[in-house]
């Protein structure tokens, strides 16, 4: 069933500057109403990848980035496969990279995130599940970030 939900690959991208001055990127995807609606994916899977930056900006290095740019289509690749697990948005600023998964199945999830993470050495980075059922967080990425598009 999920396998068959047409998932709208379109991103929005905005860049902001925090009130401490400090810039940050958010990506969303602003077309996922049908796994929203679908009360298949309960949980989030949040990946943070803790990074240290030489420039003031307290934003990743090119190469950094560009890493983490593979990290990221490699996830993609293994978890959106078949629909099991939906990267709905991303920030990066302030010495992270946040990305947040919706999840049909944390356990289905995390045997998915470790054959992703298996061609990388040990990575930075930090896994926490939350329960969120309504999609609270990624409605507020919405609400925040549609407007400035």
């Known amino acids: 069933m999920i396998e068959n939900m047409p998932l709208d690959d379109s991103w929005i991208a905005v ?4 009130e401490e001055e400090v810039p940050v990127m958010v990506r969303f995807r602003p077309n996922l109403q049908n796994f ?14 803790s990074y240290e930056t030489a420039n003031e900006s307290l934003l990743p290095e090119i ?6 740019e593979g990290v990221e289509n490699a996830l993609v690749e293994i978890l959106e496969q078949d629909n099991q697990s939906i990267l709905a948005f991303t920030f990066t600023g302030e010495n992270e990279r946040w990305w947040a998964w919706y999840t049909t199945d944390i356990n289905i999830a995390g ?3 470790n054959i992703a993470l298996a061609q990388f050495n040990e990575l930075p980075i930090n896994i926490s599940v939350t329960e969120d059922p309504e ?3 990624y409605f507020g990425v919405l609400e925040d970030f549609s407007a400035d598009e």
């Open 15 to 18: 860049d902001f500057v925090t």
């Open 36 to 49: 929203t609606e679908a009360g298949l994916y309960n949980q989030r899977m949040d990946i943070i990848w």
């Open 63 to 68: 190469d950094d980035m560009d890493f983490m």
């Open 111 to 113: 045997e998915r995130l």
């Open 135 to 137: 999609w609270a967080e």
